[in-house]
């Protein structure tokens, strides 16, 4: 599966911003989607994923409440919607993709991924 991020951009702390993850080629209703996110001088880390063929969420501790994932119905775009932005979510996010029915926060288990955009929030 192909995957590409877009809709990053330099914001200011408090704003919302709304970055799409276009997944094309292999679409198996198995596959689940998630979001990464790097900081400079940081490991890669996870933000949330959503399961492909249903509605299930989840999302790390430091954005619960803050960021939904969503997706739309042709099953070929997943958004990550990003509100109340502080500084440090600045970071490089990435989307990808694992043919399995359930999240996970560990990198290696994606096969897929997209090439990643930036999102700076100023403080």
């Known amino acids: 599966v192909q995957l590409q991020a877009s809709g990053g951009g330099l914001v200011q702390s408090g704003d919302s911003l709304t970055l799409s993850c276009t997944v094309s080629?292999?679409?198996?209703?198995?596959?689940?989607v998630a979001w990464f996110r790097q900081a400079p001088g940081k490991e890669r880390e996870y933000v949330g994923g959503?399961?492909?063929?249903?509605?299930?969420?989840d999302y790390a501790d430091s954005v619960k409440g803050r960021f939904t994932i969503s997706r739309d119905n042709t099953r070929t775009r997943v958004t990550l919607q990003m509100n109340s932005l502080k500084s440090e979510d600045t970071a490089r996010y990435y989307c990808?993709?694992?043919?399995?029915?359930?999240?996970?926060?560990?990198?290696?288990?994606?096969?897929?991924w997209g090439q990643g955009t930036l999102v700076t929030v100023s403080s």
């Open positions: 990808a993709a694992k043919r399995a029915l359930y999240t996970s926060t560990q990198r290696s288990d994606y096969t897929d």
């Open positions: 959503i399961i492909w063929s249903g509605v299930n969420t």
């Open positions: 080629g292999r679409t198996a209703a198995r596959d689940t």
